[in-house]
């Protein structure tokens, strides 16, 4: 058996070894086991696609037999090893330590050579080498003496050198003189002849400069490249160089800061009322004039700059930002006095603005991709402190969440580091461009509420006047909901070209309260109007199974109105969320931005302009927030099946859907204040009926025979009332096929989600409560269902919710009301109670406070006194007010 294994493994060794080392390259298991197991080429040269099972199956059995082998020589070799090691390390220690007798050795050896070679040396050849060596150090102290000395006689002549220079208009040897009187100002660092020196170079320096200043403006002005440039290198050499490109900037910019300063505009409040004339520009009218400006110079500035500075691309980025800077009234002045003139509707002047500096800034990377193919081979820096700014540079100090953490994945990281290195040489102008608006992005929560406030004051303010006209308001409702969606919609597009993408929790704030805020007038103007009719349907008043009840003209009005406003609340819930979908899609392309600028930094910017980008990136805009929402976003789109009608998310508007049910409760209030209001007044002169306080028990004779008692017939008020209450279901029966009674039935009164779930499963759509509200979830979801509505259900719960008002009216207003009941009079109300409980069971409505009502009323007043006895310490205010009436408290 070993013979014939040895055998096997003698003939797989050459398979073995290539197999091993093929693994070894490989980076992934299953693209190796691919690679290997791709049959060969048959001898008929006929292209096999795929191997024949039984060839696979043989390939594989050879493949696991070969790395079976190489797993076994694994082993053995693995185990020798470890022999090897445990063999050498107890041999360890005796070599260190033989190592460590060698190393002293070595040491005392090579002391003694060191006196031996020390006693070899005569006495005079060593007097002879120090004597060598005190010389040589004289020598060169002396020599570094005699420099001094030349240095020195050099500062006394360097005055009267360079005035002479000056004074001929040899700018360029003087400036090489003291250039050179530079260079030896570290020898007299930290000697009291350093500040004098220090002081007379500055001296001369600005000697020199105020010679060169008055020619250099002629040169600029004269557009005169070569003497430009001649005077850079002067000014480069005296170390002046940020003083060159401050008069050059100056000179090249002087129009359009004239331009800007002399333009006075009234919507920046600049103009008073006074001054005020027909032909007055804009602020984005002059913006756009001042950008063409600008412009046209950069545009002829291209070449000459190319030319003069070995650095264009940073000199036009410095050019940009000195001009904006040196604006007076600042760009940032004036955009606040716009903000305060314009007030609530200075969100779209601030965006026409926002797009022309980034056309603006747009020309100007095309000018600066111009200036960098033209631009010669980069010359030497010199060092000097013209590398230093010559303005102030305002930078983001803001902290934020970065979307680029961690290393990037699709992109190479030198792809990476040159793109965030090109960006830091133009942050210096797109910042000075792009600052001013930050203040205003990053408030673009506050500034997109206001419009929108403002926008629908606008839209509403012929409301009222329409009201007072008697206009269908269920119609002026959806009218008006059409206006606010087709405003909500146009917001998307202002928190794009704003913020591009980042103001998006500031979005969702505003157009939730601009919903809110809707719903919420329309519901106040319900519950102060309810006077107001609209036109009936004589269709409903004619009927003649209607017209036995007791609903006025006026009644019948508030019905239909109430039963449109719901209608119209369920049309704008139906819009409402075909909105949020719309809302939601604008989200996921924002994610989606976002995630391939994190992945791909190099060829995808949030924004157009890579600037302004990572100003919104460093600003409080990029919140935790933000963050929470667009990964929310993406994951419900992750997890959104096409087949799905619904996507299983919760909404973005939760304000909004609150007040929209707020909204409907409050139709489904005054629809069954409406359609209580006969019942209510039937009850109005109840609790002032005399029959309370008649004396003596009508079911006992005035003989006291002993005859049989028979329960009193319910008085002719509750007779009414229960009539009104037979004939509610006939009423619903009208409106069966009306939608309106189906929309948020949650939302009814004295009706809690498990009454509605038992009465229909298809009706069950979990949505949020208003404050204040008489549900209560375990939890909430917002899923909306398509099931159509059961007419019987509907009825059902509207009646088991108008049957709970009524007696909770009956129990709490109606029946406490009672001055005092005598005994015929309890007999009476006991005989009343137990009608009424009998016409609301037919209902399906079972009421706790009634049948304690009927119960106490109906008790002796001996049982009365031992049940108060039982319940002093337990507060039963049905008890009590029983125990009042009939004077036993």
């Not at 693994?23 to 292209?47: A, Y």
């Not at 904006?324 to 003139?341: D, H, I, V």
């Not at 009608?835 to 406070?849: D, P, Q, S, T």
Request: glycine letters at 4%.
């Amino acid at each position: 058996m070993t013979i014939a294994l040895e055998r096997v493994r003698r003939s797989f060794v050459t398979p073995v070894a290539e197999i091993v080392d093929s693994l070894e390259q490989c980076g992934e298991v299953i693209s190796w086991i691919n690679d290997t197991l791709i049959p060969s080429d048959d001898s008929d040269g006929l292209n096999i696609g795929v191997a024949s099972l039984t060839k696979l199956d043989q390939q594989i059995t050879q493949l696991l037999t070969t790395l079976d082998i190489a797993s076994e020589d694994s082993s053995t070799r693995l185990e020798h090893i470890i022999d090897d090691v445990s063999r050498g390390i107890p041999r360890l220690a005796y070599d260190l330590h033989f190592m460590k007798d060698g190393a002293l050795a070595l040491q005392s050896n090579l002391t003694a050579i060191l006196h031996q070679a020390r006693d070899t040396l005569p006495p005079s050849t060593d007097v002879v080498l120090r004597q060598l060596h005190e010389l040589d150090l004289i020598k060169s102290r002396m020599e570094s003496v005699r420099e001094v000395l030349r240095e020195a006689e050099s500062w006394s002549t360097l005055e009267m050198e360079v005035t002479s220079l000056i004074a001929e208009k040899t700018y360029a040897k003087a400036a090489e003189r003291l250039s050179d009187a530079s260079k030896s100002m570290v020898v007299f660092q930290n000697t009291p002849e350093y500040d004098p020196r220090r002081n007379l170079m500055i001296n001369l320096q600005n000697q020199l400069e105020a010679s060169l200043s008055s020619a250099l403006v002629l040169a600029i002005n004269a557009q005169d490249v070569a003497s430009c440039k001649e005077y850079f290198a002067i000014f480069s050499i005296i170390q002046r160089e940020s003083e060159f490109r401050n008069y050059y900037y100056a000179a090249r910019r002087s129009s359009v800061i004239t331009l800007w300063q002399t333009t006075r505009l009234a919507e920046c409040g600049e103009v008073s009322e006074e001054e005020t004339r027909d032909d007055r520009q804009t602020f984005t009218e002059f913006l756009r004039k001042f950008y063409d400006a600008l412009s046209s110079i950069l545009n002829i500035e291209r070449a000459p700059i190319c030319s003069i500075f070995p650095d264009p691309r940073n000199t036009f980025s410095s050019f940009i930002a000195s001009t904006l800077s040196a604006l007076q009234p600042t760009y940032p002045q004036r955009l606040s006095s716009l903000a305060e003139r314009k007030n609530d509707v200075v969100l779209t002047e601030l965006i026409s603005a926002l797009r022309l500096t980034e056309d603006f800034a747009i020309s100007v990377g095309k000018i600066m991709e111009k200036v960098e193919f033209a631009a010669d081979a980069p010359m030497p820096r010199r060092s000097s402190i013209s590398e230093k700014p010559t303005h102030a540079r305002r930078r983001s100090t803001r902290m934020s969440i970065s979307w680029r953490h961690g290393p990037n994945k699709s992109v190479p990281s030198s792809g990476i580091q040159q793109a965030l290195s090109q960006a830091s040489e133009v942050m210096e102008w797109e910042q000075e461009l792009f600052q001013p608006f930050l203040d205003f992005q990053t408030d673009y929560g506050s500034l997109e509420k206001r419009f929108l406030e403002h926008s629908l004051a606008e839209i509403t303010a012929s409301d009222a006047k329409e009201r007072v006209e008697d206009v269908d308001r269920p119609r002026l409702l959806r009218e008006r909901a059409v206006d606010i969606f087709g405003l909500a919609e146009g917001s998307m597009g202002r928190c794009n070209a704003l913020t591009h993408g980042y103001g998006a929790v500031g979005l969702i704030w505003a157009l939730d309260n601009l919903f809110k805020s809707f719903m919420e007038s329309w519901a106040t103007e319900l519950q102060t109007n309810r006077s107001k009719t609209v036109s009936i349907d004589k269709s409903v008043v004619e009927d003649e199974d209607l017209a036995d009840l007791d609903y006025t003209a006026h009644d019948w009005s508030n019905i239909q109105l109430c039963l449109h406003l719901l209608s119209s609340a369920r049309t704008i819930s139906e819009r409402l969320a075909g909105f949020e979908m719309k809302l939601r899609n604008y989200l996921a392309q924002i994610a989606s931005q976002f995630r391939m600028a994190k992945d791909d930094p190099v060829n995808f910017t949030i924004g157009p302009v890579r600037g302004e980008g990572q100003l919104l990136e460093q600003s409080t805009l990029n919140s935790v927030e933000l963050r929470t929402l667009l990964d929310t976003i993406e994951n419900d789109s992750t997890h959104f099946r096409p087949g799905q009608t619904h996507p299983p998310h919760e909404p973005l508007l939760m304000n909004a859907r609150r007040a929209l049910f707020h909204f409907a409760q409050t139709c489904q209030n005054a629809l069954q204040k409406t359609i209580l209001s006969p019942l209510r007044q039937h009850l109005s002169s109840y609790p002032s009926s005399m029959m309370w306080s008649t004396a003596g028990d009508p079911r006992k004779s005035e003989t006291d025979l002993k005859v049989p008692t028979f329960s009193l017939p319910p008085s002719e008020t509750m007779q009414k009332v229960a009539g009104g209450l037979l004939n509610l279901p006939r009423l619903f029966e009208v409106y069966a096929d009306d939608d309106a009674l189906s929309f948020a039935l949650q939302t009814l009164p004295h009706l809690d989600f498990e009454m509605l779930k038992g009465l229909t499963e298809s009706l069950v759509t979990e949505t949020p409560v208003p404050s204040g509200g008489h549900m209560r979830r375990a939890s909430v979801s917002f899923t909306s269902k398509t099931s159509v509505a059961d007419p019987e259900a509907v009825s059902s719960a509207w009646l088991l919710s108008l049957g709970h008002t009524f007696i909770g009216y009956v129990t709490q207003e109606i029946l406490p009301a009672i001055s005092s009941l005598s005994t015929a009079g309890a007999a009476q109300l006991a005989s009343d109670l137990e009608y009424l409980m009998n016409i609301v069971r037919a209902l399906n409505v079972e009421h706790e406070g009634l049948e304690k009502w009927r119960m106490y009323v109906e008790m002796e007043e001996e049982d009365m006194r031992a049940k108060l006895e039982d319940n002093e310490d337990t507060a039963d205010s049905i008890l009590a007010d029983i125990a009042r009436l009939r004077g036993l408290e």
